[in-house]
């Protein structure tokens, strides 16, 4: 079994500051590990990954994510926020195949000028 | 760029009413998927189906659904008797392949559907 928890239904941040959304996950399998980004009114879009290798992972747009086993957490980090920023965060777990993922409740991020 | 489309983008419905949610999935694609997000909740894997069969269901996907490829471009999602907390906004998506990694899977913009 699988779940994600994700610290902050809301997270706020000055435009140009660090944006740091929180992802911890639980999984009894190797997990894969994604963040998927929503803006109004739009479908899911991959931001970023983790499957095997490197654990920090870069994805579009500025962002990051770093896998830390040990912390069972997955992170999203970008260095400067910017109004474009503002959107529905979803980071999200897979054991695999043909799996479905298990998403988190979601991070709303809210960037203010 | 290839995308995920699904339609309508929005459907209302009185409760015991049968819906079909349609999907066209990115065209090489063999693995679709269904999920859905209620307001203010998570979002929710329901299905996923690869070669014209079911491969995983959630306990959600109970026998008031169904779903169906029924041509080499729709994948349907059919609600039997809808009930009122089935309205949500259903997310359709599509992955090239799934194995022992699994592959971006990539998402449509959603229909929500109303239950009254």
């Known amino acids: 079994a699988q779940s994600v928890t994700q610290l902050g239904s809301h997270v706020s941040v000055s435009e140009g500051a660090l944006v740091l959304l929180r992802c911890n996950y639980s999984?009894?399998?190797?997990?894969?590990l994604f963040w998927y980004v929503q803006y109004p009114n739009q479908g899911l879009q991959l931001l970023l990954k983790y499957t095997t290798g490197a654990t920090l992972v870069k994805g579009i747009n500025g962002f990051e994510a770093e896998f830390k086993k040990s912390e069972t957490s997955f992170h999203l980090t970008k260095p400067s926020a910017h109004m474009s920023d503002a959107a529905e965060y979803f980071c999200?777990?897979?054991?695999?195949?043909?799996?479905?993922?298990?998403f988190g409740k979601g991070t709303h991020l809210i960037i203010q000028p | 760029e290839p995308e995920v489309t699904q339609t309508p983008s929005h459907q209302v419905t009185q409760m015991g009413q049968e819906v079909i949610l349609r999907c066209v999935p990115i065209?090489?694609?063999?693995?679709f998927y269904w999920y859905r997000q209620i307001l203010g909740q998570k979002v929710e894997f329901l299905v996923s189906f690869y070669n014209n069969e079911i491969s995983e269901k959630s306990e959600i996907f109970d026998d008031q659904f169904s779903v169906e490829r029924p041509d080499g471009s729709n994948f349907t999602l059919k609600i039997r008797s809808t009930k009122l907390e089935d309205s949500a906004m259903y997310f359709c998506?599509?992955?090239?392949?799934?194995?022992?990694?699994?592959?971006?899977?990539?998402f449509g913009p959603g229909t929500r559907l109303t239950v009254l």
């Open positions: 999200a777990v897979s054991g695999g195949g043909a799996d479905g993922l298990t």
């Open positions: 065209s090489n694609h063999l693995y």
């Open positions: 998506a599509s992955s090239l392949k799934a194995g022992t990694s699994p592959n971006e899977q990539f």
């Open positions: 999984s009894s399998v190797p997990p894969y």
